[in-house]
């Protein structure tokens, strides 16, 4: 599927849900329309009753024709709507309790053509929502087809790659991942709801009263650390698989080689100034890649859980060259993480002697004397790399070829921002917030890497943009997708609860 097309998917794909959400939340206040209209048809009944019930008192005092009276008030207020029938046997029954009958009679000399004002208010009401609703039923129906048209469009655009990675995926019960994701929405929620109740206590310390401003700040830290603890354990075993991730994406995939031995470092969690982070360099740097397309990798065999970050598949220990092979030709990116591993320099040679050049992306680390020999052993033509790339030892640089397979150096590590021109009074202040940000969040290895390659990939003519900032917000996803868990729990509460007034339980 092509980025416009899968783009367009996206957005039928949200209209459709959008459209679907006011749809039903429009049919429900149509049904209590409804409901009102039925419940209101034997008014013109119950306010002749109540006239009769308030000429007996007048006339006689009638014990039983006041409970009569307060009957009909009391019914009138539950299912006559805000009009004059409602309102004037309120009055009437107050004038009743007050003595003044001879007043509540002239009140509702007009009750039965106020009772029918009413009912015609309520049937221009519930014509009213009908067709609103059926207005935006019709698109909801209609956009259904596009949208399975296009999710069954984008299956088979990855069919094969599919059914080569999901040979290759371990078995697990089917509720497995359905239980962990519900668990950790339970965590998501209170991450997002101990950094409010936090960030609250902070801005209003000053004016709450002491023990609500401890019980915020406790509160709130226990339900963040809570949130963390569930997320560390619901992550890894609610983690997709490579075939589960190309499914849902529907783009050739980045295939993304590196050694065992790395996944350690690439586990680390680079903590930001403002607030802690769960995710990974990996998490962060495959973020970044997702603007290419979904990534997956080989996982570790034998491993109890996968690493977060790239979508796992499992490899045979004695047969797994074919499959890289047939992957390689599959994927639309090659990014190789190079380091000591005999398989890894093999997978070097591979990709340079069956692929094009513009699929390949190497990741060399800094600092490393041995890694450096091997690059120069494969890619002689690097003499000056050791002086451009960085001393990082997750990666130091990132190499890129043109057509005829000559490498280019791009050096992974921070870069001064640039100065604005003298008078672009505008632009310093720009700079200076994205300075300030910056410096908050996005200096962490992860963005540096993802820079590079970013920059790495314009050279060669594909521009991702967004691969910068989809590293940056990957270190906060946990919190802002708590904050979205609370906003899509709100909305659905809040139909939910007009369903159960149209069904009488609410």
């Known amino acids: 599927m092509s980025s416009g097309l899968r783009a367009f998917a996206r957005l039928i794909t949200a209209v459709s849900i959008v459209t679907a959400y006011v749809a039903l939340h429009l049919a429900i206040t149509a049904g209590m329309d409804l409901r009102a209209c039925d419940r209101f048809r034997d008014a013109p009944a119950r ?3 109540f006239t009769a019930a308030l000429d007996r008192y007048a006339a006689a005092g009638d014990v039983s024709a006041r409970a009569e009276i307060l009957a009909g008030d009391t019914w009138f207020k539950e299912e006559a709507p805000s009009g004059a029938s409602r309102s004037a046997v309120s009055s009437a029954t107050g004038d009743v309790e007050k003595g003044r009958v001879s007043l509540a009679r002239e009140r ?9 004002r009413d009912q015609a208010r309520l049937e221009r009401k519930l014509r009213l929502s009908r067709a609103v609703a059926l207005y935006w039923t019709v698109p909801a129906v209609v956009l259904l087809g596009p949208v399975l048209w296009l999710r069954r469009r984008r299956r088979s655009d990855t069919a094969e790659i599919i059914r080569v990675v999901s040979r290759f995926a371990p078995r697990h019960p089917w509720w497995r991942r359905p239980v962990f994701l519900l668990a950790g929405s339970g965590g998501y929620l209170l991450l997002a709801g101990g950094v409010t109740a936090v960030a609250k206590a902070q801005r209003e310390g000053y004016e709450m009263p002491p023990m609500r401003f401890m019980l915020s700040l406790v509160g709130g830290c226990a339900a963040f650390g809570a949130g963390v603890l569930i997320l560390r354990y619901t992550r890894p075993r609610s983690a997709r698989s490579a075939a589960r991730a190309l499914l849902a994406d529907g783009r050739r995939p980045v295939l993304y080689l590196r050694s065992f031995a790395d996944d350690g470092i690439a586990a680390q969690v680079d903590d930001s100034a403002s607030f802690v982070s769960l995710h990974s360099r990996e998490e962060q740097f495959t973020a970044a890649l997702g603007a290419v397309g979904p990534v997956i990798t080989v996982g570790k065999p034998g491993e109890p859980l996968p690493r977060l970050g790239a979508a796992r598949f499992y490899l045979p220990l004695d047969n797994w060259q074919p499959a890289v092979l047939r992957l390689m030709e599959l994927s639309q990116l090659i990014v190789l993480r190079l380091g000591l591993g ?16 513009r699929k390949l992306v190497l990741l060399a680390p800094g600092g490393l004397p041995k890694v450096m020999q091997r690059l120069d052993e494969h890619l002689p033509s690097l003499p000056m790399f050791a002086e451009v790339a960085g001393d990082d030892p997750w990666t130091g640089a990132v190499l890129t070829f043109d057509p005829e397979w000559t490498p280019r150096v791009h050096p992974v590590g921070p870069s001064p921002l640039a100065k604005p021109p003298r008078g672009a009074l505008m632009r310093r202040g720009l700079r200076a917030v994205k300075a300030g940000w910056a410096t908050m969040i996005i200096h962490t290895p992860a963005y540096h890497l993802a820079r590079a390659v970013k920059d790495a990939l314009a050279s060669m003519g594909v521009r991702k943009r967004t691969m910068t900032w989809r590293a940056t917000f990957a270190t906060q996803t946990s919190l802002w997708t708590g904050f979205a868990l609370v906003a899509a729990l709100g909305l659905c509460a809040w139909l939910a609860g007009r369903a159960l007034q149209l069904l009488g339980l609410g």
């Open 47 to 49: 306010a002749a009753a």
């Open 108 to 116: 509702v000399a007009g009750l039965a053509a106020g009772v029918r």
């Open 342 to 357: 005999e398989g890894l320099w093999w997978e070097v040679q591979q990709a340079r002697a069956t692929q094009p050049a």
